[in-house]
């Protein structure tokens, strides 16, 4: 069964090279749905019972005289729930999204395969394989929307992903000398530590942690949304999969802890985490471009993925799974609908954008949904993940990490309101727009509806975590479906749900006491009556929105990390164009390096 | 070692030296492949030098098999000159088209870098 | 079993009909003392239940949508939630079902909501208001939370309830670096109250009343409730954190006096903004955030770090 | 044997002095020979992959006779000039010049008989061939640059032959031998300093075609200056070829500690210089140059690696000689327009540099992950990180050389096509798990 959904996968990639859009649009949407299928199927394993085909849960395939070697396992199961369910929304999404087939359905199809492979690697080099196939996939993506800046970074960030962890791997092979996870015991030496870091740091650049980061800005902010969707929300998993698998499911952060006696990397992962997160957030809301905020905004919640990975506690592990979880529907949902009012809108500034809840209220009320998560607002799951995080610092005692971190959240409240105000609310700029078509409506609420289920069950979410982490050892925290538990406190999604019910009385008999009339917008307390001349004039006040703490940041921001890796690209630069001056052109010259070249040869040998 | 290879090798890291000293130094083309073949004609030297024998004949069959020098080298060396004929040919081609396009044989810079 | 829970839910509704009454009662009084202090003689204390009495039963409300009806639903319920997760004179109320990061960030709720109704009026100056409104929220978050986390860390729980009970034997403030860390949780309650010099977001006589510039009958009234209901949840969160939520007595009689001793408490935490109030002009924005993040947290984070000296030793 | 495998040097080679007589026809002979010659030479890699390293002796008496030795690596570089030169062929059919046709195959002739003859003098006679070919093939674009490119070349490669030749001589002089396994075999009788002296010739002579560094000056000149088609035959024919016999050289005949590490640094130069050099260059084909060096030193530094990652030092050299060729020669057809238009060079071009970058599931990535495995195994962590260095250095140009080529301009379907095909390869020598074996015959060193 698993060959045949493997072989459907590489046959659809084909197919959607050479048909229309339509049809590559269709046959893609129910193509992403394989991987859905396979992994409900082996929801046995969870002790759920959705389907049962019987697809086989390992697998080993032999190509180029060596052997992949795929296997389910209950980590990549939870991260695959997160990841494939993007994928049929993108679709569905991308149906109405574009006008042509123009190489966006087989590479997503690529990217879906390989993160499929990357999933199910039960080895290193599958692993890597799978890995580089799909940060080609994705650069292909990446090149098609024709950005210089975007199609370098990515390449250039991609291989140095690349690199880290083939070094890292190479590092383990040299040990164990064998490829596969199962074969690799981890010594605390330098050369394992080493490994170990090199691989986080790899995987750590594909999770826009900080100061790895300096592609995601610029390839989300020029790249198409149902793509930048599957990046922010899918390909950022992977990165934090990787650590996850190299941290916990192979025991590396507590090599790490061994070897190291003071400060392990560990800490200082956690550290980058709670600072990217604070940092991100920071400059999230100095951002004017709606894809660079949530860029941003993706940076930021992600670093708190890495503090999660770096206390390394159970509950530190719980919370970072469950903050991944969320971050891939909330933050797949909020790109798509940044796609969905550019689509109806054609723009991405938001402070050209305004008003556009009225005309398109569900778009609105989807994004409204996934900003609540975002921002954390009790009783969303995203509160819940957070709170595990927070409680988490608090019981490890990282007094520098956990400040750093609360303010980070309410600093999203900030680009959360930006948001609000910037493209859905305020003055009214778009009075011709309609709602977004069906399919991205549908595409949108598929995604939301896992943030609404876990809203009530947070237990739910931990039953699968829980399952998901056990093959790594970590025990489940104590919790029912509704409640969690710590030894420092407790948290009663229901009560503050029913409570909530509850305090919306009186709010609702207030509202309900006196009958209210509706007024346009421009009917407000400081002109009943505009000059026509300035009728279509903007009453969008969210140029510049966050200016005052803009001016007194950004000192501290600059120059921003991109500017040391341009430092780091001129630094090339001048070496090349010095070393290059080599090659001056006279075959004088040349004749000088042949001499200088057979004594040099001839001297070394003889001399050894 | 007698004294005859022993000048002879003499003369082949001359005719090297000479030939990579032109190579090395001068900016008229034309040089520059007189003194390859300077080099060219060096090696040939040596190759004959190391089939030599003193007193050895011509490596022709013949009645006395006394003593002759070893053939194969010689015959390296036919070659070799034939591969050094031609591609000096070759290149007075190349300068015959370089003089055309440029109006001289120094060579002053061109592309580079 | 359903007895239980019948008193329980009266109990919670006594308490948020009370934090209602003690905030509205609070405002006025508040308005009596600040004329004083200007030497006029100022509205009677119960001037603001005639007004949000006034303002509920208007006939003319005036609301741009849906989304600005959020505003008064979203206000009103995030607050009174909020209050009933903080134990208010040693009586847990919800306390034990959340904790100190829950009721950070429930407190955001009615912001978010008052926040989203002023958006969606389409009044710049709404836009202008709740971004200092943001801003001010960002400001003194940061030290706030720092000497929560020293709290937090200190007694090794996150609960309100656990910080409370775990002052019986000594209030916070009688330990050196929580005298440091109240004084800069002082000053982030004058900023939570909006108070000067930290009142740039409302502003008044300079940005046509701030956020709620497009509010007016029952949306205005309700706000007022909000205000009202927040100035007792931010002093009462004030108070838990450092005296202990105003517990004094143990055994009989124990939930009056205590009671008493916590609306004494916030009354004179109440009071004392206000006469910073009246006393200091206001600071723009970026002097307020700059004033929070940096003097304060300073001072927050050297509490902090003595406080986790004292625990690792 | 079905084929001889001297064929595959004896049909061009012979063909080439006929096309004067033809001219009329030359074109189309030229492509039957070259596809007759491609089938020959599939048919020879057969042999090979069933029945293992080739000997064959024609009889005449050396020095003319000719003595072949194929083992896995010749066997697949025979059948990648062969088959290239033929696709290849295709960009260059508006040549009508029967001058041309003749040069074609006789550097296909060449640089097939460097990699297959088993004779030292042999392989020096076939570098001239190759050389003397190439150097015409180069000024035969008849632009200014293109004649200072193949004098530049020309002076360099004299130099180079000369060495060999001095290589050969000194060899000589102690063995009195030409055979190179004959040589091998007793190589240990041979006086040190001597020895060494003549492979100090030896490397420095190849060392001219091979692109290493510092002897390279004449690579950016030339490839800049010859046609588009000249350019991608240099990249898949004669360097290559260059390339095997210093592997021939180091594995076969001077298999020595020193001589590896010799090699492994002047891989190390010679792909750093490369790579940095190409990262600042504007020009395209220039730019291709000087990463060409880069990718010689890679395979240098594979070939280097038999001390102790012999096991992936073969299968390493093998992908990334096909990786290289293929995409290389692909690009520089590319060059020809620096547009891609059609999808067809949108595909090609995409895979070469993905190929080249060292992208799974291409032959690149082969490559670079057997000559990663390889150095671990020897422990070269600082290799390893330079090379890593040159790989990013390589993604930031290549990226840039990609977003440069966007466009609307369509190339001549007969640039399109070969450069579609020749990328083609690097894709299928990346899947064929056929290859994978082949790779790993490890008959090189095996006599």
Known sequence: MLDIIIAELLLAILITFFVGKKLAAIIAFFISLLPLVALLDWASMYGFKFISFGIEKSMNIAISGITLHLAITPLSWFFGIMIFSLFPAIMLFSYSFYDKNDGFYPFMLLALFSSFGILLARDMLTLFLFWEMMSWSSFILI?????????????????????????????????????????????????????????????????????????????????????????????????????????????????????????????????????????????????????????????????????????????????????????AFFKAVLFLAAGAVAYRTGKWKISELGGVAYKMPITFTIALLSIFTLAAIPITSGFAAKWLLYEAAIKAKYIFVAPIMLIAGVGAFLYSFRILYGVFLGGNNHPDIKEAPKSMLAAMFVLVLPMIIFVIFPGYALDMMSRALSDAGIASIPHTVFTIKTSLASYNAIAVLITLIAALIPAFLIYKSKPHRIVDFKDNYLAGEIPSKYENISMHAAHNFYKPVEDVMKPYFEPGTIEYYKGIYKGLAILSNTLRKVYTGFTQDYAIYVAIFLLTVMGWLIWL | MNGVIMASYFTVASLLSIGLYGVMTKRNLMKIFISLSIMDTGVNLMLITIGYLPGGTAPIENANFAKYVDPLPQALVLTAIVIGVSVTALALVLLIKYHSKKGTLEYKGGMKW | MVIDLIIKIAILTGYAIAGTAIGLLFMGIGRKIVARVHNRVGPPFYQNFIDVAKLLSKKTNISHGWIFDLALLFSISGILLTLLFLPIGGVKLLSMDGDAFLVLYLLAIPSLGFALGAGASGNPNAGIGVMRALVMLLSYELPFVITLIALMIYYDTTSIAGIVESQHSQWAIFIPPFLLASAVADMALQGMLMEQPFDIPIAPHEIASGPMVEFGGKYLGSLMIYKAISIVVETTFFVDLFFGGGVIAHGKFSGIVNFISWLVLIFIFFTLALLINTAFPRFRIEQAFKFYWKYETILATISLIWVYWMVIT | MVVHAVLLIAIPLLSAFLIPLIRKISKWFTISILTLNSIFSILVLFEVYNKGMIYEIIAFSPPVGIYLAIDNLSALLALIINVFGAINFVSTLKEKSFKFHMLYLLAIAGSTGIVITGDIFNMFVFFEITAVASYALVASKKSEKAVEGAIKYMILGSLGSTFILMGIALIYSQMKSLNIYDIANRISMMNENIKWISFAFLLTGIGVEAELFPLNGWVPDVYEGASSGIASLLSFGPSKAAIYAIARLLIVIFPSMHTYEIALWIGVATLLMGEIAAFMQTDAKRMLAYSSIGQMGLILIAFSLVSQGIRYSIPASFFLIVSHASAKSSLFLLSHKNKMGSALTKYGGITAVLSLIGMPPLAGFWGKWYLFLGAASEKLWLVIILIFFSGIIEAAYFARYLHRSIGEEKMEASYAYPMAVLSTFSLAFGLLPFIYKMANMHLLGGV
């Not at chain 1, 140095?160 to 596969?180: D, P, T, W």
């Not at chain 1, 890495?306 to 719980?318: D, F, K, N, P, Y």
């Open chain 1, 143 to 327: 090149y098609r929307n024709k950005d210089k800046e975007a199609t370098i970074i990515y390449l250039v960030f991609s291989t140095l992903s690349a690199f880290l962890i083939i070094f890292g791997i190479l590092l383990l092979y040299s040990q164990n000398n064998s490829l596969l996870f199962s074969e690799i015991n981890l010594t605390p030496n330098l050369e394992t530590v080493v490994a170990i870091i090199s691989m986080i740091s790899g995987f750590a650049v594909k999770a826009a942690l900080m100061p790895l980061h300096v592609w995601a800005p610029v390839v989300y902010s020029k790249s198409d949304e149902p793509f930048v969707a599957f990046l922010a929300g899918g390909l950022s998993k992977l990165g934090y999969y990787g650590m996850f698998l190299f941290m916990f499911s192979l025991p590396g952060a507590k090599i790490m802890e061994e070897y190291f006696s003071h400060i392990s990397p560990n800490y200082i992962l956690a550290v980058i985490g709670a600072l990217s997160a604070f940092i991100a957030t920071i400059i999230a809301f100095m951002q004017d471009d709606i894809r660079k905020l949530l860029a941003y905004s993706s940076i930021g919640q992600l670093g708190y993925i890495a503090v999660g990975l770096g206390i390394g506690s159970q509950l530190a592990i719980t919370g970072a799974l469950f903050q991944a979880f969320n971050h």
